[in-house]
């Protein structure tokens, strides 16, 4: 079993910064890929970021391409998100997830997801 917490998240202004962290415990794979989803109000979840096992290789939504990062540091279990130049539709909950998959996974058919971290980008 893996467990998976977020941390990071919070209300922002329009514009803002925010870097989640998700760090991985228990059963971890060796060689595991990690993502991040989010799921607004009345919304189906969506794919936000990607990377795969060695950071090597990331993926973004179209929707936060070039304003959100993805990393990782595997000595510590733990990826990260950076968000930057928020916008109010970014506000959602943010759900890591991690796969027994050496490239990236953009699907929801992940092995683990976390509980999520509400992210709310005010006006």
């Known amino acids: 079993q893996v467990q998976l917490v977020e941390s990071g998240g919070g209300l922002v202004q329009r514009g803002g910064s925010l870097t989640l962290s998700c760090a991985a415990s228990?059963?971890?794979?060796?060689?595991?890929?990690m993502a991040w989803f989010r799921q607004a109000p009345g919304k189906e979840r969506e794919f936000v970021a990607g990377i795969s096992w060695n950071g090597g290789d990331t993926d973004f939504a179209d929707s936060v391409k070039g304003r959100f990062t993805i990393s990782r540091d595997n000595a510590k279990t733990t990826v990260y998100l950076q968000m930057n130049s928020l916008k109010t539709e970014d506000t959602a909950v943010y759900y890591c997830?991690?796969?027994?998959?050496?490239?990236?996974?953009?699907?929801?058919?992940?092995?683990?997801w976390g509980q999520g971290t509400q992210v709310t980008v005010s006006s």
């Open positions: 228990g059963r971890i794979f060796s060689s595991y890929a």
């Open positions: 997830a991690v796969t027994n998959a050496i490239g990236v996974v953009t699907s929801l058919n992940q092995d683990y």
